[in-house]
């Protein structure tokens, strides 16, 4: 008698299975069998099966909408076997980028969720600690094997493994998460990582995400392509990444904006560990929203990168009026000949509706615009191509005359 759990999908709801999509959602489901009609606890591994009968798929097991997702489409043991696997396949990638021996770029994203075929799972490396963000609790359940399958692959090359997900998990979970070091540990929770040769001081256990935002690596080598002469304004500026590259580029004055004061006393930090006071820089801390109402025509180049204004379809409509907004008062306020960088990290806002909504800021702007750029994440953040809803981050390069 089998002792794992058996989904049993309604006809014809296989389809997207068929086609590799590694999320099953709740109404697709017909019946839940489990053994000796135990009760199915959320983040058990369940085997999918077709109406008929036939297995199509295995996966971690979650209460919600998304109510199963998948780890495979074969009928194999997840072990630790196949964990060791499917992380090395995640390394060799990045050994394919160029970032797991680079010393220009020291901290990059090792596991990318459904990127990876690993769907609630985000591995970070800061040189020699790999961070572990579980987003589901079949994840978190199997943090261990995670962790041991990290230390096969990178042997001498990591000193330790911290667990960041007690503010990732379904809060309903009640899973009792508590952020810790799974094996190893450091002297300093904060380490300057490089990347493309600038430094970044990152501390995972009290900096957002897991530190830094990995994912904006390739977007701010353009910035600093662009910032030449430029007076730089950085608005939702986190710890300064954009600032610094754009002061890298040449810019002769940069401000940092965010609402958080810690954020922009990182900013400033990671500034005079580049530069000292060799570039005029200024760090506020204000509502980023607020503080571009009434700039007037002092900058030339200004970024707008806020955090996801839509985490999910059902505020939408209030997260495309935000992103107007504040697009609609960069763009009347700009130099003529700036450059305006613009993104949106929501998942639910696509590419075409982000471009929509800056185009609508440009017409109450009354300004000529043109596109120089259509952005995404970088190659360390891949997109699983049966899985189209991972191109999560959007963003233009725009010229205004």
Not at 70 to 75: I, P, T
Not at 197 to 207: D, H, M, S
Not at 341 to 364: G, H
Request: glycine share 8%.
């Amino acid at each position: 008698m089998t002792t794992t759990a058996q989904i049993i999908l309604r006809r014809g709801k296989e389809e997207s299975l068929l086609r590799r999509h590694p999320w099953i959602f709740s109404g697709a489901i017909e019946q839940i069998k489990t053994p000796a009609a135990t009760p199915l606890h959320e983040g058990a591994l369940v085997e999918v099966y077709t109406r008929s009968g036939e297995f199509i798929a295995q996966g971690h097991y979650q209460i919600g909408s998304i109510a199963v997702r998948v780890l495979s489409f074969e009928q194999e043991p997840i072990d630790q076997a196949w964990w060791n696997h499917r992380i090395e396949v995640a390394y060799h990638v990045r050994t394919t980028l160029g970032l797991t021996h680079s010393t220009e770029t020291t901290c990059y994203r090792l596991i990318h969720g459904e990127g990876d075929s690993l769907p609630g799972l985000v591995v970070d490396i800061y040189g020699s600690t790999a961070v572990v963000q579980c987003h589901s609790v079949g994840m978190y359940l199997a943090r261990y094997q995670i962790a041991e399958a990290l230390r096969t692959v990178y042997g001498d090359g990591l000193t330790a493994i911290y667990d960041k997900s007690s503010q990732t998990l379904p809060y309903k979970a009640n899973t009792g998460a508590v952020d810790g070091y799974l094996w190893g540990s450091t002297e300093s929770p904060s380490q300057v990582v490089r990347e493309n040769g600038l430094q970044f001081a990152v501390n995972w256990e009290a900096g957002q995400k897991t530190g830094f935002f990995l994912d904006q690596r390739e977007n701010r080598e353009l910035v600093k392509r662009y910032a030449k002469g430029r007076t730089v304004l950085n608005t939702f500026c986190y710890t300064g990444g954009f600032s610094v590259y754009a002061a890298e580029g040449g810019a002769v004055e940069v401000c940092s904006v965010d609402s958080s004061e810690r954020a922009v006393q990182l900013a400033a930090e990671n500034m005079e560990l580049n530069f000292g006071d060799r570039v005029p820089h200024t760090a506020v801390a204000a509502d980023a929203v607020e503080y571009i109402r009434d700039i007037g025509s002092r900058y030339d180049l200004i970024i707008l990168d806020p955090p996801a204004f839509a985490k999910h379809h059902k505020v939408l409509g209030n997260a495309m009026q935000g992103y107007k907004r504040i697009n609609a008062r960069a763009l009347a306020q700009i130099k003529p000949g700036g450059i305006l960088f613009t993104f949106s990290c929501s998942q639910a806002v696509s590419k075409e509706l982000f471009r929509t909504t800056v185009f609508s800021a440009a017409a109450i702007a009354g300004r000529k615009v043109r596109i120089l750029h259509q952005l995404t994440q970088p190659a360390d953040h891949p997109i699983n191509i049966y899985h189209p809803e991972g191109e999560y981050l959007k963003g233009l390069v725009l010229y205004v005359e």
